[in-house]
């Protein structure tokens, strides 16, 4: 059983559309990570949110925790061709336990 | 700083050989780990460690072995590969404990035939 679900598992669009990345589960999280993965590179961390319905904004892109921290959302505002890769959702069910990775959504902006 | 580092790039490997996948980091970090990540699949890990001489086992930890003699290093070994372990091995480092923000390295691309 995967305890992180994301949808959708893939996602191709055009430069400037805006779109939603879910990452669900029925556990409760005691923080939310979102990453970023670029072909033959590790991920990279975009960010960390821990508070129930925390919102943060990275440039174009916007963060939600669940109020219920049970579920996150990554929300792109006009995509553009170098937001294409591999975004990863992960979470820590108790603070100083071990990560725990979605599948991924597989993101792919054309111009 | 280099950040993590790890070697080989790639490697390919025949059914039951073994072999040494290295990772080092530079930031002090005391938590380091190690994942795999095959298509479909997202990352999953195999083995942890929490500090010099302390290691435990992950999600995936049979085929592996891992030791952490220093704080900067922590290599994972194949004893017999099996086309199975075919993946994409990723080594992590965060400080203090495991939910922390975590530091990848580039990878290291294995294919056992």
């Known amino acids: 059983t995967q305890l992180l679900e994301q949808s959708p598992q893939f996602l191709s669009i055009q430069e400037g559309e805006n779109l939603t990345v879910y990452c669900n589960s029925s556990?409760?999280?005691?923080?939310l990570q979102w990453y970023r993965q670029e072909p033959g590179e590790g991920p990279v961390l975009l960010v960390t949110?821990?508070?129930?319905?925390e919102v943060k904004k990275l440039k174009r892109l916007t963060f939600q925790f669940g109020d219920a921290r049970k579920d996150s959302s990554l929300h792109i505002t006009a995509a553009q061709p170098g937001d294409t890769g591999l975004y990863l959702c992960?979470?820590?069910?108790?603070?100083?336990?071990?990560?725990?990775f979605g599948k991924g959504t597989t993101l792919s902006v054309s111009s | 700083n280099a950040g993590v580092t790890q070697t080989p790039k790639f490697q390919v490997l025949k059914t039951g050989q073994s072999m040494t996948l290295q990772c080092a980091q530079d930031?002090?970090?005391?938590?380091m780990s190690w994942y795999r990540q095959d298509p479909g699949m997202g990352l999953r890990l195999i083995h942890y460690?929490?500090?010099?001489?302390?290691?435990d086992q992950g999600e995936v930890p049979n085929g592996y072995n891992v030791s952490r003699s220093t704080t900067e290093d922590f290599p994972l070994r194949l004893l017999s590969a099996a086309p199975s372990q075919t993946s994409v091995y990723f080594c992590?480092?965060?400080?203090?404990?495991?939910?922390?923000?975590?530091?990848f390295g580039p990878g290291t691309r294995l294919t056992v035939t």
């Open positions: 930031m002090n970090h005391e938590y």
């Open positions: 992960a979470g820590a069910r108790q603070a100083g336990t071990a990560l725990i």
């Open positions: 949110v821990v508070t129930g319905g």
């Open positions: 992590a480092s965060s400080y203090f404990t495991r939910g922390y923000e975590q530091y």
């Open positions: 460690s929490v500090g010099a001489g302390i290691t």
């Open positions: 556990s409760v999280f005691s923080s």
